[in-house]
């Protein structure tokens, strides 16, 4: 083999070699690439929801003393499944140790009882059903919908319709399988007649409905009792007249009060102001009160006296020029 077919192999060989280095470079890039693609979208991914999703703190729940009360409980473990939801708490043990650090009193009591029983090997507790049908089991009053709809039944609307309204939506929380129909019918039998008919004049079909236009009519009833009454004419003219005739009467009638002594129980209503003054001296008081009134009677008097006397002369002037000469 010559020395230039030796060149020509060694040629052939390294061209061969950065050729196969070449085409694991180019693998290797789009290896880089892909990668750096997944990269750039778990990164971008976490951004959006960082701006999205902002932190929000959440309060804490209530807690629960064991109170034999279906209301408090229902709400005890309504608000916790809403705090594990908030906190993205999934783990069905993790949410029953979770909701046992806010039992108190008696509810403390009776966990404690059952975890012992836990550590024994008695009973399991280790799912949040498992752990409401406890609870309930122990601390829920029994035929509490038999109950609700006893009390449902005897409610009647005889104050206001608020507390009606009231009291009717906590009894209907405590029965959840009695229809819409059937709520409706109650809640609309149960109320006064007034409120029924002015319900069915609206022509209310849902229980919803119902309840808000109820609210609005204790409402409109109390703006209307609220106003105050104006006296009219009709009972100036039963009580007694104007006030400023009663005064008159006082005054120029006897001087017993109201007791009908003489001498005690003076009058102590104000004295009336009138709105015109008077006539003759325009005065602040009525023509009847008029200061100077038996002296002006006594020159009417004689005024018509005069008039009296003139009118004779003249009636016997007249008969003296009648008579023949």
């Not at 290797?28 to 990668?35: A, L, P, Y």
């Not at 007249?241 to 129980?265: F, I, L, M, Q, T």
Request: proline content about 3%.
């Amino acid at each position: 083999m010559s020395f230039q077919d030796k060149v020509m192999s060694m040629f052939a060989s390294v061209e061969s070699r950065m050729e196969a280095l070449a085409a694991r470079m180019d693998t290797q890039d789009q290896e880089i690439r892909q990668e750096l693609a997944i990269y750039k979208t778990t990164v971008s991914a976490r951004v959006m929801a960082t701006h999205e999703a902002p932190r929000v703190e959440v309060p804490k729940p209530h807690t629960f003393s064991g109170k034999r009360d279906a209301k408090e409980l229902d709400n005890f473990l309504w608000h916790m499944e809403r705090y594990f939801e908030a906190i993205a708490l999934t783990d069905e043990a993790t949410n029953v140790r979770t909701a046992t650090l806010y039992l108190i009193d008696n509810a403390t009591l009776w966990w404690r009882r059952r975890f012992a029983d836990i550590e024994k090997g008695t009973c399991t507790i280790d799912t949040w059903d498992a752990f409401k049908r406890e609870i309930k089991r122990q601390f829920y009053p029994e035929d509490v919908a038999y109950l609700a709809r006893k009390s449902m039944k005897c409610l009647k609307h005889m104050g206001s319709i608020h507390e009606y309204v009231k009291e009717f939506s906590m009894l209907m929380l405590e029965i959840l399988n009695m229809a819409e129909e059937e709520l409706l019918f109650n809640f609309m039998d149960n109320l006064q007649s007034w409120a029924e008919q002015e319900l069915r004049r609206r022509g209310v079909q849902d229980l919803a409905k119902a309840m808000v236009v109820a609210k609005s009519l204790v409402d409109y009833r109390k703006g209307d009792s609220s106003k105050p009454k104006l006296p009219s004419k009709g009972n100036q003219a039963k009580g007694g007249g104007d006030k400023g005739s009663r005064d008159y009467a006082s005054k120029e009638g006897s001087n017993k009060g109201p007791s009908g002594k003489d001498g005690k129980g003076k009058d102590k209503r104000k004295e009336f102001t009138p709105k015109t003054n008077c006539f003759l001296c325009d005065g602040s008081h009525w023509a009847w009160d008029y200061p100077k009134r038996k002296a002006l009677n006594a020159m009417i008097e004689e005024n018509e006296q005069e008039g009296d006397a003139k009118v004779g002369s003249l009636q016997l002037l007249n008969a003296l020029k009648a008579k023949p000469m």
